[in-house]
């Protein structure tokens, strides 16, 4: 049976000393594991360092390189969202531009089922107590008003782009693979839940939970919760 098909979106925000090298252990770990039809979606989040120069200077070389810019730094869901409408293959990953997630733990699950996606878990997370109250509180609205239980759904996760077109998607902010994974399971698709390593940034700083972000998250969920109902109602 021949590989599946590949859509690789790597993202980020002034990742210009990482991005390199995370397109090139894309580009190696495909050739080594027979992945022959793949693409790799590049997408700058409106960087004001040489990210974006990095990757068009890669796709001169490598065709497979898509190069996609936001003139204005847009946010992880908007810059995310772009990615997977541009994605053309069979299935579909987004992974970070700082390089904290290794493409390599895809290996063992490059070909997965229908009806099915990957969910990768973060084993151990060097987050502070303030953190860990949000990702804790995160969990049990997820369970609550969502009834979806992904342990660690703000981490990698990989779909069948097929999936991905045939649900509508309603939000576009940091909350989307919240909203795709409560629709999948609403539709009782299987997770594979799949340990992952963090891995510590070697450069760049993370834009994490600041009162501001946290404060949006709040109005995505309860928009969340509202599209969740509407989505459940549909499919009974």
Known sequence: MANQSWSII??????????????N???????????????????????TDNSYDVIKSLSETHSVIKPV????NLGIGPTMLKGYKASQKENVIAI????????????EFKDFD???FLSFQREQKDYTLYRRLVSYANRMFNLAFLSMNVK????????????????ELMLNSSLINSEICSKLQIMNYKIHEIPSVYH???????RGASLK?????????????FIIRKFRKKIK
Do not use: H, M
């Not at 810019?69 to 204005?72: D, E, K, L, P, W």
């Not at 972000?213 to 919760?225: F, H």
């Open 96 to 107: 970070p531009a700082d390089g904290q997630f290794k493409i390599n733990e895809l290996g």
């Open 213 to 225: 972000t946290i404060s949006q998250a709040v109005v995505e969920l309860l928009k969340l919760a």
């Open 10 to 23: 790597v993202f980020g925000y002034n990742e210009g000393a990482t991005v390199g090298n995370v397109i």
């Open 25 to 47: 252990s894309v580009i190696e770990f495909c050739l080594s594991n027979g992945i022959g039809d793949y693409e790799i979606i590049a997408v700058d989040d409106g960087s």
């Open 114 to 116: 229908d009806r099915s």
């Open 152 to 167: 660690d759904v703000n981490w990698v996760k990989a779909y069948k782009n097929k999936d991905l077109q045939n649900i």
């Open 69 to 72: 810019r936001n003139q204005t």
């Open 200 to 206: 510590n940034r070697v450069s760049g700083r993370a």
